[in-house]
Nanobody
Framework: QVQLVESGGGWVQPGASLRLSCTAS????????IGWFRQAPGKEREGVSC????????YYGESVEGRFTISRDNAKNTVYLQMNSLLPEDTAVYYC??????????????????????WGQGTQVTVSS
């Protein structure tokens, strides 16, 4: 069965860190770009970060640049999102998605682009004191 599964979400206080994982089954992530997206209540889904499989190209949303880091371990078929210095406005459901090979900036900014063919079920991140 082809699927992506996110894990690692939870409740943390402002300033804390979390590491999200996106693990694939049924296909090899080394041929796919992985994007992290998030959706807060009442807001549109937005791109958080994206990593291409074929080169070192990565993108980050403006609000997370410098705080979040995307990385991958192809041996574990997993992509990570390290989130540091979390803010209350980071509270959202976080999703990972896969598209073939490369993450282009214009595709990263369009979560509903049909090339994002595989999505996980999401993991909740809540940042609150």
């Amino acid at each position: 069965q082809v699927q992506l599964v996110e894990s690692g979400g939870g409740w943390v206080q402002p300033g804390a860190s979390l590491r999200l994982s996106c693990t694939a089954s049924g296909f090899n992530l080394d041929r796919y770009a992985i994007g992290w997206f998030r959706q807060a209540p009442g807001k549109e889904r937005e791109g958080v970060s994206c990593d291409s499989s074929s080169d070192s190209t990565t993108y980050y949303g403006e609000s997370v640049e410098g705080r979040f880091t995307i990385s991958r371990d192809n041996a574990k078929n997993t992509v990570y999102l390290q989130m540091n210095s979390l803010l209350p406005e980071d509270t959202a459901v976080y999703y990972c998605a896969a598209r073939p090979y490369v993450c282009y900036r214009k595709v990263f900014s369009r979560w509903n682009d049909p090339s994002w063919g595989q999505w996980g079920q999401g993991t909740q991140v809540t940042v609150s004191s």
